[in-house]
């Protein structure tokens, strides 16, 4: 989705103010059909510019390109189910703007949780997960909620930007995957019954106790260790006091 979202912007976008980069990262990977080639990229920030694994290497160097950014969206898809929603991990003025801008109705606050992606070494950075996979309903998403991020910073002034409340979960921890078939019983941002199980395999089988347990990022197949993430409302992110 990534690169057919770029490939629309590089066609229609006319900047009315400041400067765009639009980067596309890891086309090895990308060529080979791969989520990576030898480390996963949204685990490998802020890199070593002289690892010889190439995610590593290129952690470092889209650091040194993005060095000075106001803001940055960096767009991902997954096997996750909807709805689409963001991520952040410090609450800056700049990602305050971003996320309350967005035409997304949670976000997450992975700042106690993530410690290698990009939006946790640069400040100004808001994931934004799209879609799933392959999907045209990621790219057309993902498309516009850029276009509405730019016009959030100002960059496009086709329209006045519209900024609403967002709804925080904050993330508590991983729910790690053993072997086996994988199952889950509850979707993303659907509260977990106490009693129930969330997840189960032929290792684990994860019953959540308490009340208010939502999880993110769950999926049966996305990811080789983890089902997702445990989180739980939190209060919701306010626009910015000058667009209230």
């Known amino acids: ?13 006319e900047v009315d103010h400041g400067t765009v980069q639009l980067v596309l990262a890891n086309e090895p990977a990308l060529a080979a059909g791969t989520r990576y080639t030898d480390a996963d990229l949204n685990r490998s920030f802020p890199g070593d510019p002289r690892s010889e694994e190439y995610e590593l290497a290129l952690a470092a160097r889209l650091l040194t390109v993005l060095e000075g950014a106001d803001a940055t969206l960096a767009l991902h898809t997954s096997q996750s189910a909807p709805p689409p929603f963001a991520i ?8 305050r703007r971003t996320v309350t801008g967005l035409p997304v109705e949670y976000v997450l606050n992975a700042g106690q ?35 509405d991020f730019l016009r959030a910073h100002g960059v496009l002034a086709d ?5 609403t409340e967002t709804k925080i979960v904050t993330a508590r921890e991983e729910v790690p995957k053993g ?3 994988p199952h889950l019983n509850y ?17 684990h089988t ?7 347990i939502v999880p993110v990022l769950a999926s049966e197949h996305g990811y ?9 409302f939190d209060g919701v992110m306010s626009p910015p006091p000058t667009e209230v």
């Not at 989705?1 to 976008?13: K, T, Y």
């Not at 410090?90 to 990602?95: D, L």
């Not at 946790?120 to 516009?144: D, I, M, N, W």
């Open 1 to 13: 989705a990534g690169q057919q979202i770029v490939e629309r912007l590089i066609e229609d976008l």
């Open 88 to 95: 952040y991990s410090r609450a800056t003025e700049s990602v």
């Open 113 to 147: 949780l993530r410690t290698t992606t990009l939006d946790s070494v640069l400040p100004y950075t808001v994931s934004l997960e799209t879609g799933r996979q392959q999907s045209e309903e990621a790219v057309k998403f993902g498309y516009e909620a850029t276009v």
């Open 159 to 163: 329209r006045e930007p519209t900024f």
């Open 179 to 181: 072997g086996g078939e």
């Open 187 to 203: 979707a993303n941002f659907e509260e977990i019954t106490p009693g129930s199980v969330f997840a189960y395999d032929d290792v």
């Open 206 to 212: 994860h019953r959540v106790d308490e009340e208010g």
């Open 224 to 232: 080789e260790n983890i089902f997702g993430i445990y989180g739980f």
